[in-house]
């Protein structure tokens, strides 16, 4: 069964231009140099490491991004806890590009979807950028107004960081 995407537009992470009634976002952070870089990225990615190491809450034995996994991610603690249901729009690993995108369901708090890709180019160079379109759900995402996109900026930054360091730390136990 298909998932029950709260918004139209499924899987335009992964196309231009985004689409016009929501906040867009597009942060690129440099993760590290090489190949087995790229391949520690990727797999840290496609299996929750990534959010992990960022301190987002996943659930144990949420398997890999594929289309149509279900996965509740969370930020925060006790009452400041925020979570909201997604599931996976699209998922690739080629040779060059690895990452994924989910979208939300019924009681996000944002209706949108995010994604989360690494690349490696000609030099070797490997990137993580994170791509979203969103626009509030609920009554305290409507409320708190202009921090959403300051907070989701952070949090893409945060992303970048946690995997610059996850990977690195993939690489040195290989």
């Given at each position: 069964m298909?998932?029950?995407f ?8 992964g196309r ?31 299996t929750?490491?990534?959010?992990r ?31 909201g ?47 979203a ?5 609920r ?23 946690a ?9 040195s136990?290989?």
């Amino acid at each position: 069964m298909a998932p029950r995407f709260t918004y139209p537009e499924v899987g335009a992470t992964g196309r231009e231009p985004l689409p016009g009634g929501y906040s867009h976002l597009r942060v690129t952070t440099r993760t590290g140099h090489g190949r087995a870089v790229f391949e520690a990225a990727a797999d840290a990615v496609l299996t929750w490491g990534m959010h992990r190491a960022a301190g987002v809450q996943i659930a144990d034995g949420t398997p890999p991004a594929a289309y149509g996994v279900t996965v509740t991610p969370g930020v925060g603690i006790g009452p400041l806890r925020i979570s909201g249901p997604c599931a996976v729009a699209w998922a690739l690993r080629e040779e060059r590009r690895a990452g994924f995108a989910y979208g939300t369901l019924p009681g996000h708090p944002e209706t949108g979807e995010e994604a989360f890709v690494v690349t490696i180019d000609d030099e070797g160079d490997v990137t993580l950028t994170v791509i979203a379109f969103s626009r509030p759900a609920r009554w305290f995402t409507k409320a708190a107004g202009p921090l959403v996109p300051l907070f989701q900026r952070a949090y893409a930054r945060g992303c970048g960081r946690a995997l610059r360091k996850e990977a690195a730390r993939r690489v040195s136990r290989a």
